[in-house]
């Protein structure tokens, strides 16, 4: 008998309130410790192979429908791309401002969603509080003014969207080289009427994820916690810039791994692994190898990653953030969500300058230039660094296509998330929903979006299963 | 010319000329006749036979049937929309119509027909046929997974632009768009500027590199169904 079918397995499947379908397996030893937990992407990856013949202008339309939460990212990582492609070197201003405003509307609405619909029940209510009230129906009934701020900012996002990329979900705004409209001064009206609101309920989340951490520091600093490696776009001037940068890549005590690397030559910098447990791959730095080049995206890595926010009052969160670490990178886990919060707000400060922006009136739209074989789009979507990487043939078709999304740089991150959990909660042969919950409140941290990162469609509901060190099922218990 | 025939569709009395079809007859009259193949300035093919009316109780397709003194033509009847209903069903499942990235999104004849009657999906299995691109022109291109065979382009290319550069080629369900030119699209004397590059109803036969250049919202049925503009004419 192999060692681990003397092991004890603990299934969690599938993992709720993220976007997409995983479960989670435990693997116990003799003595009911854990020996390793892993979270598995059991979506089937597609994409990249049926873009294949394509030509090029489609990709942009196309590929955003990997996903219906944040296709914003992808419509605009993929643009990015054939930009390259066309030779697009520099937008126009009114071009590269209406993308920004694209782009801030998405990080606005999905940072929205994700706090007050996926996140707060569990902030609110605790991480072992009664799961019937412990979701965002309970919340609108226990604190119905947030609930509806929630929908609020989310509804204020989306409009954006819908003013620059032609619908709400899945527009057509931008193309390579440029935008195909600009925005009237009647559709900028619209939003300038409620800015201030948004900006005052911005400052109210970022409040209660800020407070809430505080708060809880003690408790929250060990949760499934760990130090890694950050990475993510930064201005030239070293800037948080979400929409357009450079790479720069950190170690956990702050000392930069690479700078400013253009990232049209990411592949000289980032690897990926496949393992066979998963559909999602495991990138990692080059230069530190598999084992040790892993890292984190997404708002905590933004945080940890940029010398300053260029808005003031994000700018000032951002001061107060880096204070409770001694100005090192943060390494908790759970404050992702206070991160999250000051990216709320920083992406309102910035819709808030671009509104008053006369370019975004602009005509002129679309630029080209020379026309490329290959071509590479970074952003910063909500989650993370998304990068979309194409080659065309001589017919404008796409012959190869690679997309790394910011889940999947977050994989080797979330297992050791998940087994940093299951190591300090576990007790036993029995699953506890306290445990469940644990679980998914380590993953939830990292806003996972698993449908995207494997490129299919899904949901994700939870079954988590215990195996006794033969291999027999002792338990199982599943919630949808 | 005067309008010297009378004859009815659906009970109202249309004026028509001599030698007019009854499709012509009745876009004059400001009656919409649904219709894919069929296109003003071209030579009738009557193949997509969504245009069939009723001619003394017998379907006929309006875009190559003569109008006569006192015919009673049926149009928008149950019965035909049914008919109609069906043709286009089949046209959505016969080939790989994806018109959510599709650059005629909005512009599309095939999707604004499936629209105004309210085909919200395809009754019929889809069928996934294997179809191709041929890219190898530098200005146009051929996607065979969205054409409906109306034979439009075909009709252009030889009739307007005098150079038969598409052809149909097999039979059934092997019938396919083809070029006039040993081996790919990129061998004929085909141009962007050609009358057939802009009579295309779907997606099929397109310009390069202008992929959703005009925004959601200002294509041409975003606002307005399709056979609208008939329906609002006056009687000329």
Redesign the interface.
């Known amino acids: 008998m192999s060692t681990e079918k003397k092991l004890k397995r603990i299934i969690i499947e599938p993992v709720t309130r993220v976007e997409g379908h995983g479960k989670v397996s435990i693997l116990l030893d003799e003595k009911n410790k854990v020996r390793q937990a892993r979270l598995h992407i059991v979506e089937f990856r597609g994409f990249e192979r049926f873009i294949q013949g394509r030509p090029y202008w489609e990709v942009p339309v196309l590929v955003q429908r990997l996903c219906g939460i944040c296709p914003v990212s992808h419509h605009l990582a993929a643009a990015k791309a054939m930009d390259v492609i066309v030779g697009a070197d520099k937008l126009t201003p009114a071009a590269e401002k209406i993308r920004r405003l694209m782009h801030y509307g998405q990080m606005f609405q999905s940072h929205a969603l994700h706090f007050f619909h996926l996140c707060s029940p569990d902030l609110l209510f605790g991480f072992e509080s009664d799961p019937a009230i412990r979701n965002v129906i309970g919340v609108a009934a226990k604190f119905p003014a947030l609930a509806v701020q929630g929908v609020m900012m989310r509804k204020y996002g989306q409009e954006i969207i819908k003013a620059t990329a032609g619908k709400k979900i899945h527009g057509t705004g931008a193309i390579p080289g440029g935008v195909n409209k600009n925005l009237s001064t009647a559709e900028r009206d619209v939003f300038l009427k409620d800015i201030e609101k948004m900006m005052d309920w911005a400052r109210g989340a970022l409040k209660i994820a800020k407070d809430y951490t505080v708060e809880h520091l003690q408790t929250l600093a060990p949760f499934g916690s760990f130090d890694s490696n950050h990475l993510s776009l930064v201005r030239k001037d070293g800037a948080m810039d979400l929409y357009h940068g450079n790479l720069r890549a950190i170690d956990a005590q702050g000392d930069k791994i690479f700078d400013q690397v253009d990232y049209q030559k990411y592949l000289d910098y980032i690897a990926e692994e496949v393992r066979s447990w998963s559909y999602m791959k495991f990138p990692f730095i080059k230069q530190l190898g598999p084992e040790n080049g892993w890292y984190r995206v997404g708002p905590l890595a933004r945080l940890n990653t940029c010398d300053f926010i260029d808005t003031p009052e994000a700018e000032k969160a951002r001061k107060e953030f880096t204070a409770v670490t001694n100005n090192k990178p943060n390494n908790i886990t759970m404050a992702y969500h206070w991160a999250r919060m000051i990216e709320l707000l920083h992406s309102i400060e910035k819709i808030k300058d671009l509104l008053n922006d006369k370019d975004l009136q602009g005509k002129d739209l679309v630029v080209k230039g020379k026309r490329r074989e290959e071509g590479v789009g970074l952003i910063e979507a909500p989650r993370g660094t998304l990068f979309h990487h194409y080659r065309v043939n001589k017919n404008d078709q796409i012959e190869m296509a690679n997309l790394i999304v910011s889940t999947t740089h977050n994989n080797e991150p979330m297992n050791r998330a998940v087994q940093k959990v299951a190591e300090d909660k576990l007790s036993g042969q029995k699953i506890t929903e306290g445990l469940l919950n644990n679980v998914e409140v380590a993953i939830r941290a990292y806003d996972p979006c698993l449908s995207c990162a494997t490129h299919a469609m899904g949901k994700m509901p939870l079954t988590i299963e215990l195996y006794d060190h033969n291999g027999n099922l002792l338990d199982r218990k599943t919630k949808s | 010319m005067s309008d010297n025939i009378t004859f009815t569709i659906d009970g109202v009395e249309v004026k028509a000329r001599h030698g007019e079809t009854i499709i012509e007859a009745a876009d004059r009259a400001g009656i919409y006749i649904p219709r894919l193949c069929y296109m003003k300035d071209l030579i009738p093919h009557g193949s997509c036979r969504v245009c069939t009316v009723m001619v003394n109780g017998r379907p006929q397709a309006a875009c190559t049937q003569p109008v006569v003194q006192g015919i009673v033509v049926e149009n928008n009847t149950p019965a035909m929309q049914k008919h109609r209903r069906n043709l286009i069903d089949m046209l959505f499942v016969e080939g790989n119509h994806f018109c ?4 005629k999104s909005g512009n599309c004849e095939l999707q604004a027909m499936a629209y105004r009657f309210g085909i919200p999906a395809p009754k019929y299995p889809y069928m996934f046929p294997d179809k191709d ?1 041929d ?2 022109h530098p200005d146009i ?1 051929i996607d065979r997974n969205r054409c409906i065979l109306c034979g439009r382009c075909v009709s252009a290319s030889r009739d307007v632009d005098g150079k038969t550069a598409f052809e149909f080629a097999g039979r059934g369900p092997h019938k396919k768009i083809a070029v006039n030119a040993e081996a790919n699209l990129g061998d004929t004397n085909a141009e962007a500027s050609d009358k057939a590059m802009s009579v295309c109803p779907v997606g099929a036969l397109m310009k ?11 294509r041409k049925y975003d606002t307005k169904p399709i056979g609208s503009e008939i329906e609002s004419s006056t009687r000329k």
């Open positions: 959510m990235f599709c650059e691109i890219a190898s291109f390069k590199r202008i992929g959703f250049a005009v925004p959601i919202g200002s």
